[in-house]
């Protein structure tokens, strides 16, 4: 068992338009106090605030922690736990040889995931989960912020 401090993580991305104004929120729990975040960009997609609300939420962390993160976003959820070792392998490329999408946030989330001990979990959007419900409320409050940009 590690000794580094707990830290549940639910992150959620939204999209108005794909590509649109987006926007990332995330809600982070340690031994009961809770953290939002959430921001926006004006032009940008569903995918990318996916992955933003991961980053900045990794980014808050002040020191090593052992992280659930909680995402609805199996494009997340697989790129960490499944497809990340082939991209790097091939050099950035996927399978069929092109370009990985959005490698430059993939290749930032990789370097601050490599800060904690993550454990990854997909949980169905929209079903209820009320990490999940919260993170949702917060990325629409960033897309509310990247269309006044």
């Known amino acids: 068992m590690s000794d580094l401090p707990t830290v549940s993580i639910a ?4 999209c108005k338009g794909n590509p649109g104004p987006g926007g990332w929120g995330a809600l982070l729990v340690c031994k009961g106090v809770e953290k939002e975040l959430w921001g926006g960009e004006r032009e940008t997609t569903n995918n990318r605030m996916e992955l933003m609300a991961v980053i900045e939420a990794l980014k808050a962390l ?3 922690c052992q992280v659930r993160v909680h995402t609805d976003s199996q494009y997340v959820q697989k790129g960490m736990n499944e497809w990340l070792p082939g991209w790097k392998a091939r050099g950035w490329r996927t399978a069929d040889k092109k370009p990985v999408k959005n490698a430059d946030l993939w290749q930032e989330l990789e370097q601050q995931a490599a800060k904690h001990e993550l454990t990854w979990l997909w949980v169905r959007g929209h079903a209820g989960d009320p990490g999940n419900e919260r993170a949702d409320q917060l990325a629409n409050e960033g897309v509310e912020i990247a269309r006044q940009l």
């Open 62 to 64: 002040k020191r090593p």
């Open 11 to 14: 992150t959620d991305g939204a």
